[in-house]
């Protein structure tokens, strides 16, 4: 894995989710659920980075997991925060969609790796 896709659109979600967590603190004033959806979020593309320098494919496939189990409890604080009305339904859809489009591609990676370790 080079430059992979999934090291790309990890890394973009990070940096949107630092943005978005930075206009949750300064416009909504929003201090828990921010902060817990900026640790998960910027974890996934962390995640993937240990994942591409994984010393076996036991555990690029273990890292790689751990990412998306971090990119799913992002979509968790994402859905809360729109059903207490921190954020609206198009800045929801919009964050959604990326954190969607980041977990298919890594349960897919997922997928395809633990086909080839047997």
Request: charged share 25%; glycine share 2%; aromatic share 10%.
């Amino acid at each position: 894995m080079s430059e992979s896709i999934i090291k790309i659109k990890s890394f973009e979600l990070a940096v949107r989710g630092v943005n978005f967590y930075k206009y949750l603190i300064s416009e909504k004033k929003e201090f828990i659920m921010s902060k817990q959806f900026l640790r998960s979020v910027t974890s996934v593309g962390a995640n993937v980075r240990e994942a591409i320098n994984a010393q076996s494919k036991a555990d690029f496939i273990h890292k790689l997991s751990i990412s998306q189990k971090e990119c799913d409890e992002s979509l968790y604080w994402l859905e809360l925060l729109r059903a207490t009305d921190y954020v609206s339904i198009l800045e929801f859809e919009s964050m959604h969609n990326q954190c969607e489009e980041v977990l298919k591609i890594i349960k897919s990676i997922l997928i395809t790796s633990k086909k080839n370790l047997n």
